[in-house]
């Protein structure tokens, strides 16, 4: 079975950090782009930040530059987002998700975590 399973979400003051990790099972990272989106409650889910197991790049939007950063664990089969210096705005929704297309863009996605909330207090 393909399953992609998200943990390390929950509740962190302003400021603060989480590292969110998602593993997958039935299938191997190996020619995958893997990635987060979140989607906060009455907003479009965006793009957060991906990593290319074939290619070793990786992406960051814009408002998570510098405070977030992504990697891999070939090992253990799994992806982690640190997220450092939450901002209360950032509470959402974290999903993972991957595909073979090379394209982190939410239509390319062929895998979905269920996600993982994560709040930030004001």
């Known amino acids: 079975e393909v399953q992609l399973v998200e943990s390390g979400g929950g509740l962190v003051q302003t400021g603060g950090s989480l590292r969110l990790s998602c593993l997958a099972t039935g299938f191997g990272w190996d020619g995958y782009v893997v990635g987060w989106f979140r989607q906060a409650p009455g907003k479009e889910r965006e793009g957060v930040s991906s990593?290319?197991?074939?290619?070793?790049?990786?992406y960051y939007a814009d408002p998570v530059r510098g405070r977030f950063t992504i990697s891999s664990d070939n090992a253990k089969n799994t992806v982690y987002l640190q997220m450092n210096n939450l901002k209360p705005e950032e509470t959402a929704v974290y999903y993972c998700?991957?595909?073979?297309?090379?394209?982190?863009?939410?239509?390319?996605?062929?895998?979905w975590g269920k996600g993982v909330l994560v709040t930030v207090s004001a």
């Open positions: 998700a991957a595909t073979y297309s090379g394209s982190f863009v939410e239509d390319a996605m062929q895998y």
């Open positions: 990593i290319s197991r074939a290619y070793g790049t990786k």
